[in-house]
């Protein structure tokens, strides 16, 4: 099991382009939440999802921001016409769904935007 | 809760000394919470978890302890290691039968000097 994985590990884009992070949850697990760090910040919670559904999806900013969970393949979460304000690393994590213990994250996706 | 600083809290310890690291909440609703690691560059790293019907709960070489009624928890490290050097972060959950969204805490930077 190779655990959660997030790709590109790094993104680089230019303002107003299209931002799209991957994330494979571990097998198994059905759950998939994004978390967005700021340098020497806590992670911030942005959207849950279960298979084809959005379950909680207060921490996603209005505008620009989307996360999809299709049927088969990764989850996605798309920013459209990037800001230097989008600049952060964003982590995914799964888990089964059921409480404890925690979640598994991946090893994130630092987009910088120029 | 959340907060927003220049520089995030530090701690420095000596190889082999016991290393306490503490962390306040404000939810009165959250009854499980988890402590993670993070290393540079690198996804958080659960540690160990506690439910609130818990006041005390070991692992290896770390052990957690839950104070409800001040809404404190706190990780301790015995014999800390140099691989110990990181950034741990409390996280809660608040309800439910489902793991949801997690509030992190705004992680405490743990240097161990040999």
């Known amino acids: 099991n190779a655990g959660v994985m997030q790709n590109p590990r790094h993104l680089v884009r230019r303002r107003g382009q299209e931002a799209r992070l991957r994330c494979s949850p571990m097998?198994?697990?059905?759950?998939v939440y994004w978390y967005r760090q700021l340098p020497e910040e806590g992670l911030k919670f942005m959207v849950y999802?279960?298979?084809?559904?959005?379950?909680?999806e207060s921490g996603m900013p209005k505008e620009r921001f989307s996360a999809e969970f299709p049927k088969e393949g990764p989850s996605i979460l798309r920013i459209q016409q990037v800001v230097r304000g989008d600049s952060a690393a964003y982590f995914c994590?799964?888990?089964?769904?059921?409480?404890?213990?925690?979640?598994?994250f991946g090893s994130g996706t630092r987009l910088t935007v120029v | 809760g959340e907060s927003v600083g220049l520089h995030l809290p530090t701690l420095s310890v000596q190889e082999g000394d016991n290393s306490i690291i503490n962390c306040a909440y404000s939810?009165?609703?959250?009854?499980?919470f988890i402590w993670y690691k993070q290393e540079s560059g690198k996804g958080p790293q659960f540690i160990i978890d506690?439910?609130?019907?818990?006041d005390k709960r070991q692992g290896q070489r770390v052990t957690v302890l839950l104070n409800k009624t001040v809404k404190h928890l706190s990780l301790q490290i015995a014999a800390t290691q140099p691989g110990d050097s990181a950034v741990y972060f409390c996280?809660?959950?608040?309800?439910?039968?489902?793991?949801?969204?997690?509030?992190f805490g705004r992680g405490t930077q743990l240097t161990v000097w040999p």
């Open positions: 994590a799964s888990s089964p769904g059921d409480r404890g213990p925690g979640y598994t």
């Open positions: 097998k198994g697990h059905s759950h």
């Open positions: 999802l279960q298979k084809e559904n959005i379950i909680d």
């Open positions: 939810n009165s609703a959250s009854d499980y």
């Open positions: 506690i439910r609130s019907n818990m």
């Open positions: 996280a809660e959950n608040e309800g439910g039968s489902t793991l949801g969204r997690l509030y």
